[in-house]
């Protein structure tokens, strides 16, 4: 017996495959031999999801576009930077720590054209129009090409003689990426990575993997494949598996080649021996595998581009016995629809392919190679040949039953849903002070000045710097996250501070058209929620309507909240909107470790990831936290002496939710009222008292010459750091 030598492979392909397809010699051909896996295994899903910085690592070679996770192959100790703030007015002075690293990762093996996005821990670090959403100072794409030249950072830290250029190897650099939001480690990275325009045919996939010593035409095209492996055979073994290819060799070489879905050949009767060696012999030997040895379902598993090129399972299953389940793990980007036609089409052709046939055939059959599709005359579906050999004066040829042409799996197979992060760009930030009364019970001793910072769909946070009288900025920390912000289409025109205003509405168009405001019911609005900042007017909602892209028109208004029924008045079209949610607030002047005198000017700076310019805030305190509210309720009354009694009830910074129903506190040191009798806006007579009421008396009224005119009265309460804002009645005396 001789057995047909076939055409060889044996150049070693370098690179993360490595290895060589030795000596291919055999009478199997297909993937019981030359594809059969050995004791060491290949690429697998999760080798490609979690990254790794051992010595040894295999970088695959990436095809198509990927997500991996690559290898750390140089990095410096984490850079600690310290910063000091507070301290100011006898308090203690806080220093905080930072930490950042420089790292680069290899990704693969074979030139790239590009990186896109990045995944940190599972987080977008970096968003497809190639914005960060994290600080750090550089990043760089080496795209693996033979003549690429050194990294500059490498090679001053390490020498230019002792730094490699990794020629051959695409790698990325990153240049002081700050951990904090890592937890002050090197984060687990993820990269999407496009190493060729378009989809890659397998056969070109075989030929650069073998050197050009291994082709194929008309194969699959693959969205994406990393290739790993000791050799050839194992970086392809998947690709065959999954697509059942098979081997021949021709006079060009070896061929990858597709189960075909027609008869390339044909086996007729007459070919057969039906005599061997003068004797008589069946020449049709036929067998079937038992039905429960081929599995029941089969579930692949891939990457899905649809989910970020997260894995994705899709299980098939066939009528009939059995209860073995086989799984089977593929590194390759393809649809949930593609994943589960072929995970159908391998479980379909486990199936068909328990039939197995040799037949005995005269000299002629040595034209027939292994790995093509034959009909065999009076034998039913089509059969590929396996194995030939010459055998006693006759050729052997070992057949495997394949599907024929049947129908296509439908289409509609689901990718399952995932949380997707948002994936905007930073953008510049929108810096906001506010000068605000205290939002909770209690009494402020400073006022209450916050910082408000906001961006587009994809801005986070940014660094906060307060901006001395000579033009130093002194860093202070980081802004709260990003608040709800945007300006009023109109003017509010003023309104009841006693009654729900349901005759006027705020329209308002917020920043970004992912902000939105939300409808609240009457417990919601007694715990404070949907409070906003309109101007300097602080105002209750409780219904939302949205009328547009990132526009609302606010109803159900309860006006002038906190005392600020003063700010009714002087409501502008384009004035500021902001949502207050004491959670998106900052006090600077605390994170300073100071506080503000009423009458200063604060001039606030912000730095984000997406700023050009940073943006600043000024404004000149007011203290409204520390302003004791307007008297109410003023009445006057002729005292039957030539004068006035002029009464008032008082309000106070301390109880606004008036929970005891009883006098509210008076929140001061002591109860002290200006009051001031004006003559259109000159002031005639000041006095102070400390009741809540007051005459003018006939002898005041004609020491001022008042008689027969009609004055203003304006009371306002004195409280312990700032005088209120007034109270006023006209009289005519």
């Not at 055979?233 to 060009?252: F, K, Q």
């Not at 899905?304 to 299953?317: E, L, N």
């Not at 916050?450 to 009288?469: N, Y």
Request: hydrophobic share 45%; charged share 20%.
């Amino acid at each position: 017996m001789a057995t047909v030598v076939l055409t060889a492979v044996g150049t070693a392909i370098g690179g993360p495959v490595g290895g060589a397809i030795g000596a291919v010699i055999g009478n199997v051909i297909d993937n019981q031999i030359l594809f059969k896996p050995k004791g060491r295994e290949g690429a697998r899903l999760a080798d490609l999801q979690l990254q790794t910085s051992s010595y040894g690592t295999q970088v695959p070679r990436l095809f198509g576009t990927m997500r991996v996770a690559g290898t750390v192959i140089w990095a410096t100790e984490l850079k600690e930077t310290k910063s000091k703030s507070g301290g100011g007015k006898g308090r203690p002075s806080v220093t905080s720590y930072s930490y950042s690293a420089s790292f680069a990762v290899a990704l693969s093996a074979r030139p790239i054209r590009s990186v896109r996005r990045i995944w940190a821990d599972g987080n977008l670090l970096r968003g497809a129009a190639g914005d960060f959403k994290t600080e750090l100072s550089g990043f760089r794409v080496h795209a693996g090409e033979e003549d690429q030249a050194v990294d500059p950072l490498i090679a001053s830290a390490e020498g230019i003689a002792l730094t490699p250029a990794h020629r051959g190897v695409a790698y990325v650099l990153f240049e002081d990426l700050a951990l904090a939001d890592y937890g002050n480690r090197i984060p687990s990275l993820t990269f999407e990575v496009e190493a060729d325009a378009t989809a890659v045919e397998v056969g070109t996939v075989a030929a650069e993997l073998s050197g050009g010593r291994l082709a194929g035409e008309g194969l699959a095209a693959l969205d994406g494949f990393a290739a790993s492996g000791a050799d050839v055979r194992e970086a392809m073994a998947p690709l065959v598996e999954a697509h059942g290819l098979a081997l021949r060799s021709d006079a060009a070489g070896l061929r990858l080649t597709g189960t075909a879905m027609a008869a390339e050949g044909e086996i007729g009767a007459a070919g057969l021996a039906r005599r061997v060696n003068g004797q008589a012999v069946d020449p049709v030997e036929r067998s079937g595998g038992a039905a429960d040895g081929v599995p029941v379902a089969l579930s692949l598993r891939h990457y899905d581009a649809a989910r970020d090129y997260q894995a994705g399972v899709q299980r098939v299953v066939r009528p009939g016995p059995g209860r073995q389940e086989q799984g089977v793990e593929l590194p390759v980007v393809m649809s949930a629809d593609a994943a589960r036609g072929v995970a159908a089409a391998r479980l379909g052709a486990a199936w068909t392919g328990r039939a197995t046939m040799a037949l005995r055939c005269d000299w002629r059959a040595l034209a027939l190679m292994p790995g093509l599709v034959v009909s065999v005359e009076d034998v039913p579906g089509l059969w590929r040949i396996e194995e030939r050999e010459w055998e006693a004066m006759a050729v052997r040829l070992s057949l495997r039953r394949v599907p024929g042409a049947g129908g296509s799996v439908p289409a509609g197979a689901s990718s399952g849903a995932i949380v997707r992060p948002v994936d905007a760009p930073h953008g510049p930030t929108v810096l906001r002070l506010v000068d605000i009364p205290m939002l909770k019970e209690g009494l402020a001793s400073a006022p209450l000045v916050a910082a408000a910072a906001s961006g587009g769909a994809g801005w986070r946070s940014a660094a906060l710097f307060v901006i001395g009288e000579s033009g130093e900025a002194t860093p202070i920390g980081r802004s709260a996250p990003r608040a709800v912000m945007g300006t009023a289409q109109d003017a509010l025109p003023p309104g009841s501070a006693t009654l729900i205003d349901e005759r006027h509405g705020l329209a308002v168009t917020l920043l970004a058209g992912d902000m939105a405001l939300l409808s609240g019911d009457e417990p919601g609005l007694a715990q404070g929620r949907n409070l906003c900042l309109a101007g300097r007017e602080l105002i209750q909602f409780a219904r939302a309507e949205r009328i547009g892209a990132g526009r609302y028109r606010l109803s159900g208004l309860r006006r002038g909240l906190r005392g600020t029924e003063w700010a009714m008045a002087t409501h502008e079209a384009g004035e500021d909107f902001l949502l207050i949610e004491e959670e998106r607030l900052v006090e600077p002047l605390a994170l300073a470790g100071t506080q503000a005198e009423p009458g200063s000017l604060l001039r606030l700076s912000a730095i984000g990831i997406g700023d050009v310019e940073p943006p600043q805030a000024v404004m000149a305190v007011t203290g409204e936290a520390l302003m004791p509210p307007s008297p109410v309720h003023l009445h006057a009354q002729a005292d039957g002496a030539g004068g006035w009694t002029i009464g008032w009830t008082r309000r106070s910074r301390n109880g606004w939710r008036w929970l005891s129903g009883s006098d509210t506190p008076l929140g001061e040191e002591r109860e002290l009222y200006a009051v001031a009798v004006m003559d259109g806006a000159a002031i005639v007579r000041r006095a102070e008292t400390d009741a809540p009421g007051w005459t003018y008396a006939g002898t005041m009224i004609a020491d001022d010459d008042m008689a027969g005119r009609t004055v203003a009265v304006e009371v306002r309460q004195v409280g312990t750091f700032a005088t209120g804002r007034a109270g006023r009645i006209m009289i005519s005396v």
